[in-house]
Structures are given as structure tokens and as C-alpha cells.
């Protein structure tokens, strides 16, 4: 079992950017993939950015790459999602989420966060 805090959202204008934070409690962190999703208002939750145990590469929504960048350090046991060149269509609440097994690019994810709001002006 693994819980699961974010911060780092905030108001920011377009072009700007933000660092998400999520911190996990809990034992077995680096045995986890992490991701984190968002969801706008009137849309589905959707996936973001995901990266394996190893943290050797992350796995972007095409929308993102080039912008947002993922990381993790499993022995703070933490997940970062650096966002740069912030769009309006970026506003949503960001959730970090986990799961077990090997696959990324999932909407199957075990563990969730309570989510932080993004909101990008233009």
C-alpha cells in the first residue's frame, strides 16, 4: 500500500512554469511505476507522464513532450513533473498515481493522490 500527496499547483501565466511534487508514504516505492494524469473540467481523466522504477526514460502525452519533464528519486521516494511553456489548455487538476507490473501508459493505475490544480492564464 503506498499513499500518495502532491503540491506544487498553482496559478501561473501562460508560458510560465511549475514543478508538481509528489511525496509517497508507504513501503515498496521504487518497485512502483508512477504517472501522473489530469483532468479538466467537463473532460475525462487522461494520462500525462509516466516513468518505471528505474527512472531511465518517461513516457509523455504527445501534447507535453518537449514541455513537461518527469522524474523520481526512490530514495526520497518522490515523483517530480516539471512543466515549462505552460498553455491554457494545460489548466486542470494533476493527479500522481501508482501502480505494480511494468506497463506506463495505462489508465490502470492501483494508487491515487488528491490531486493539485494547475491553472494556466492566458
Known amino acids: 500500500q503506498v499513499q500518495l500527496v502532491e503540491s506544487g499547483g498553482g496559478l501561473v501565466q501562460a508560458g510560465g512554469s511549475l514543478r508538481l511534487s509528489c511525496a509517497a508514504s508507504?513501503?515498496?516505492?521504487?518497485?512502483?511505476?508512477m504517472g501522473w494524469f489530469r483532468q479538466a473540467p467537463g473532460k475525462e481523466r487522461e494520462f500525462v507522464a509516466g516513468?518505471?522504477?528505474?527512472?531511465?526514460?518517461?513516457y509523455y502525452k504527445d501534447s507535453v513532450k518537449g514541455r513537461f519533464t518527469i522524474g523520481r528519486d526512490n530514495a526520497k521516494s518522490t515523483v517530480n513533473l516539471q512543466m515549462n511553456s505552460l498553455k491554457p489548455e494545460d489548466t486542470a487538476v494533476y493527479y500522481c498515481?501508482?501502480?505494480?507490473?511494468?506497463?506506463?501508459?495505462?489508465?490502470?493505475?492501483?494508487?491515487w493522490g488528491q490531486g493539485t490544480q494547475v491553472t494556466v492564464s492566458s
Open positions: 516513468i518505471r522504477w528505474s527512472g531511465s526514460s518517461g
Open positions: 508507504g513501503s515498496g516505492f521504487s518497485r512502483y511505476v
Open positions: 498515481a501508482a501502480r505494480t507490473g511494468n506497463i506506463v501508459t495505462t489508465m490502470d493505475y492501483d494508487y
